[in-house]
């Protein structure tokens, strides 16, 4: 791990034990929350909102992997709050868009996290961004809707993908603009809602991308969301398993830990292998990553979401049955990171789904493994 | 013999050009593994001859050291080593003098038993089978009972070992024997060196399910061993074979034959027309992506081994993973033929000659040997995670 990656791991780790309480989450299950302002402007202050912009929006050349250090610490202590769609997904999108008035100012509002930034893509479940959206852009304003948009609240802006002239284009659209409606749903330990634009007016005179550009900005942006939401599944992965161990070495039955049982040392075993097995997916696809060949990153970041999302349930499951009783408790905290792992396991696509479009961009790669 | 390169001397790149170079002009066609034989080892003078044209061309013995005829390879280029057989589809070959008895010999022998046993094991004039597991110590080896007795110059062996690999292609065995009695059970065990061919040995080959008769039992009876052929200090044999563990686990988990079976599904996927059953191509689309993941983890720990570190004991779970795996691909393959399937030996399906029941049952035995996965398990469990003892 290099300087700047230990630092910031500490510095979060400082971070989430001091200002990061379990105890927060708990209650009010089903019922949407609002994003911690509070909260998220002092992230702001330790310059981690905006990570991944480019430097002509102010960004430092600190990209994807210095996010997915501050991603696995996020999961190591089941942190609720959307880092990566409010703001490495918003900031990769604007980092490909060209300088100008409205673009610097999103930026600024990022950084700063004075306003959310959030991008509205989907519009069916289980959707992966290789078609055109049926949201419609007539130049002046937007109709469509979208679905499960993180961190849409009043002072929002949605970067939304939609339909001109039977190309890909993304636009800024305010929440607080003419025919825009949502509602909110409880989703893992945060909250998702579904977006309705009825001619809904457009932040300045243009899309931000457009045609090309916008397809390969949305690809990659999303690619590096699923990446370091891999990262963080991970980290709630292996956090579940530690406290579990705790947990059955200090828990006595039959006058032993039940820890000493073989069934349950072979099950944390197996579990502590598919952990090993997802953080290598997660680095390997950071390191594809950062040498920038689209369809590599697909394969790599669709391996990667596929193994840290199974293996994040797997070890939830697991870890409530491990610890009896307590564990169907709200009481628990093994619950809340259970909580967690049921929204990352969908998000950005379901592990079969990603094990399709995995296999699909490996077939070629497979054929040059037969037999010569 | 060529002068001896010195490889360590050249570019990793460069090195794995030219044995790869070496490997399509020299390794016979006809022995190359295939959907037939996805597992193919080359055993007696398929093997012998093998490995004498390495070691005439100064290939053999990647991890000994130079001084003892070996490569003298770092471990980074051990792997490229490795990866370049896989890649020229070379059959493997069960070669325990070159594999374990060379390097504990250079660990834990003396200067006359390296002199003596290093360059016959090179020149393959001696075989080596190695005797561990015997009918009462399988998994619980330390429970061997084969006995050595000091008696003047020699020791007197009486037991049975089972499971030996090729010990009828076999000169030589090394072997864990019961010295003395104490406490611990893993003491008064010593490690000795036999010639296979001392009156008093028999042994009998046993049928394995996959029809071939690669394992033996050997009987000894009353067999004088000289004493020089203690290897290490008496009683102390269980810390001599423990030594080279560490590595040993690592080459064991390698994904190599993973490869072969995934490379085997592929083609099978294809010649029975499931392409478009979406229900295999998931079922594909798992185990594809399980040997992918399993190798990014391999390469990882293997890479942290390169940069200096020490193979741990989490690398335990090397070999469980991946022996799992291969018997996962095992099963897709023999389910998704349906009848063929059910065929013992050879079937064309479509252009494709495989022989399925071969490949299912001679992957089942890996999840047992080189300790049984189960036990593996309680490894990884006390030492890596450290959960709690009874």
Redesign the interface.
């Known amino acids: 791990m290099d300087d700047i990656s230990t630092m910031l791991r500490d510095s979060a780790a400082d971070f989430l034990a001091s200002r990061h309480d379990l105890a927060r989450l708990k209650g009010a299950i089903g019922e949407p929350r609002a994003l911690d302002r509070k909260l998220w402007r002092e992230m702001a202050e330790l310059g981690w909102l905006g990570l991944g912009l480019s430097q002509q929006f102010g960004g430092d050349e600190i990209g994807l992997r210095e996010v997915t250090v501050l991603c696995e610490q996020f999961g190591r202590t089941a942190f609720a709050l959307p880092y990566i769609e409010a703001s490495l997904i918003p900031a990769l999108i604007l980092s490909a868009t060209t300088l100008a008035d409205l673009t610097q100012s999103l930026a600024e509002k990022l950084q700063s996290g004075t306003a959310l930034l959030t991008l509205a893509w989907q519009e069916q479940v289980g959707e992966f961004e290789n078609k055109l959206p049926t949201t419609h852009f007539d130049g002046a304003a937007i109709n469509g809707k979208k679905l499960f948009v993180a961190a849409v609240e009043a002072d929002s802006v949605l970067l939304v993908t939609a339909r001109a002239h039977d190309e890909l284009t993304i636009v800024a659209v305010a929440a607080n603009a003419p025919g825009v409606s949502w509602r909110d749903f409880a989703a893992g330990q945060g909250t998702v809602s579904t977006v309705s634009f009825e001619n809904s007016p457009i932040l300045g005179s243009a899309p931000l991308l457009t045609g090309v550009a916008a397809q390969h900005a949305l690809q990659r942006a999303l690619d590096a969301g699923r990446i370091a939401l891999s990262a963080q599944l991970s980290g709630l992965a292996s956090a579940m398993l530690e406290r579990t161990?705790k947990f059955?070495?200090e828990r006595v039955q039959f006058a032993?830990?039940i820890?000493?049982f073989?069934t349950?040392?072979?099950r944390?075993?197996?579990l502590?292998?598919a952990t090993?097995?997802a953080?290598?997916?997660w680095?390997?696809a950071l390191a594809v990553f950062e040498k920038n060949n689209a369809q590599e990153i697909a394969i790599a970041a669709s391996?990667a979401k596929?193994?840290c999302a199974d293996t994040a349930q797997r070890v939830a499951r697991e870890a409530i049955q491990m610890h009896g009783a307590m564990g169907f408790t709200e009481e628990a905290d093994i619950g809340l990171f259970a909580r967690a792992s049921l929204q990352g396991y969908a998000a950005l696509g379901s592990p079969?789904q990603h094990?399709?479009r995995?296999?699909q961009g490996?077939t070629v790669a497979?054929?040059e493994?037969?037999?010569? | 013999m060529a002068e001896k390169i010195d490889y360590e001397k050249i570019s990793d790149d460069e090195f794995r050009l030219r044995f790869r170079t070496w490997l399509i002009a020299n390794f016979p066609a006809h022995l190359k593994q295939n959907h037939h034989r996805p597992f193919r080892r080359l055993r007696g003078d398929d093997a012998v001859n093998w490995l004498n044209l390495l070691d005439k061309n100064g290939w053999r013995a990647p991890a000994w050291p130079r001084e003892f005829g070996g490569m003298g390879l770092s471990f980074r280029k051990q792997l490229i080593y490795h990866e370049e057989l896989e890649h020229a589809g070379v059959a493997r070959v069960i070669d325990l003098g070159e594999s374990q008895l060379g390097p504990t010999l250079i660990k834990c022998g003396s200067a006359e038993q390296r002199a003596e046993y290093l360059p016959k094991i090179l020149s393959c004039e001696h075989v080596w089978c190695q005797g561990y597991s015997e009918p009462g110590a399988g998994s619980d080896l330390a429970s061997l009972r084969t006995s050595a007795v000091r008696d003047r110059n020699d020791f007197v062996v009486n037991g049975q070992k089972i499971w030996t690999t090729q010990a009828n292609d076999s000169t030589h065995i090394f072997m864990l024997v019961r010295t003395g009695q104490f406490p611990k059970k893993q003491l008064g065990i010593s490690f000795l060196l036999i010639d296979l061919k001392t009156p008093g040995i028999t042994i009998r080959p046993i049928v394995n399910l996959a029809g071939e008769d690669e394992f033996c039992e050997v009987f000894f009876d009353d067999v004088r061993v000289p004493a020089k052929n203690l290897v290490g200090e008496l009683d102390q044999g269980w810390s001599v074979a423990k030594a080279l563990l560490g590595y040993e686990r690592v080459w064991i988990g390698s994904p190599v034959l993973a490869g072969k079976a995934l490379a085997l599904a592929n083609t099978l996927v294809r010649e029975l027309n499931l392409t478009d059953d979406q229900g295999v191509m998931d079922r594909l689309a798992q185990l594809s992506a399980d040997l992918h993941d399993y190798r990014l983890l391999y390469a990882e720990i293997c890479n942290g081994i390169a940069d200096g570190g020490q193979p741990g004991v989490e690398v335990s779970m090397l070999k469980l993973y991946a022996s799992e795996l291969l018997q996962g691909l095992t099963e897709f393959n023999q389910e998704i033929a349906a009848e063929y399937g059910g065929i013992v030996g050879d079937v064309e399906i479509g252009a494709t000659l495989v022989d399925l029941h071969w490949q299912f049952m001679m992957a089942r035995p890996v999840t047992v040997f080189a300790g049984a996965n189960e036990i593996q398990r309680d490894i990884l469990a006390k030492a890596v995670l450290r959960m709690a003892e009874d």
Do not use: E
């Open positions: 161990i059955v070495n032993r830990p820890g000493s073989q349950i040392r072979h944390c075993v197996d502590y292998i090993q097995l953080g290598a997916t680095r390997d391996a596929a193994r079969l094990r399709r995995f296999l490996q497979m054929q493994l037969a037999y010569g």
